[in-house]
């Protein structure tokens, strides 16, 4: 079978399909789905609702609801955004995981890397890709760190160190916003920097990250 779970804008949302492994066609045209709203917990009755729903066999439903229910719990816990089991199969009333892929949401890394660490085995912190395959500046090494001690936001991105345009915006939306107009008015070549400090950043925060800049 199929099993996937995946954060989306108005919570987290199960997919199952009886069908799994390799060339069984488009699955989110074929999957059952189940949304658990934000701030709710899954009850085993829900997924056997929607195993019942896609016609798996009854005789799986308790294995596979006592398992989604529990998984589920470590998927907010550990603040993963996607997690994909397939196949996954039941045999003799037991459960295999044949192939799994999961991604993790980074910037939960202040509240659940002591987690992520304590499951490795060396317990070391767990290393994320560099963004845009390189690797970052020693100014934007120091903003990640401070970003990942703090429930603030404080992104640093440097696009051309001799721009002549700076930029320090409260704000995602809003830097993109600033990032798009600057570009729109033939300023690109000029961009310095992409970042911005949201979340409400304590004053010394703000003033280590302005300095930094």
């Known amino acids: 079978h199929y099993f996937c779970m995946r954060s989306v804008r108005e ?16 699955v989110d045209q074929k999957a059952g789905r189940l949304l658990v709203p934000i701030g709710e917990q899954l009850q085993a009755d829900q997924v056997k609702g929607l195993l019942v729903s896609i016609k798996l066999p009854i005789d799986k439903h308790d294995v596979i609801a006592s398992f989604v229910t529990k998984l589920f719990k470590v ?24 192939d799994l892929a999961a991604k993790l949401d980074q ?7 002591k987690k992520w660490s304590a499951a490795l085995l060396d317990q070391q912190p767990l290393p994320f890709p560099s963004p845009f395959g390189r690797s970052p500046t020693a100014e934007e090494a120091y903003i990640e760190q401070l970003d990942g001690k703090t429930g603030a936001s404080l992104k640093l991105t440097i696009l051309n160190a001799q721009g002549r345009i700076w930029t320090m915006v409260a704000g995602g939306g809003a830097s993109v916003a600033y990032a798009d107009a600057i570009t729109a008015l033939g300023f690109a070549d000029d961009l310095a920097n992409y970042g911005a400090h949201s979340g409400a950043p304590s004053e010394t925060q703000t003033f280590v990250y302005s300095k930094t800049i």
């Open 11 to 26: 919570g987290d949302e199960l997919l199952f399909c009886v069908d799994g492994g390799v060339n069984v066609g488009d």
């Open 107 to 113: 910037t939960a890394e202040f509240e659940a890397g």
């Open 75 to 98: 998927f907010c816990e550990y603040h993963f955004t996607y997690l994909e089991i397939n196949p996954l199969v039941v045999h003799n009333g037991k459960l295999y995981l044949l």
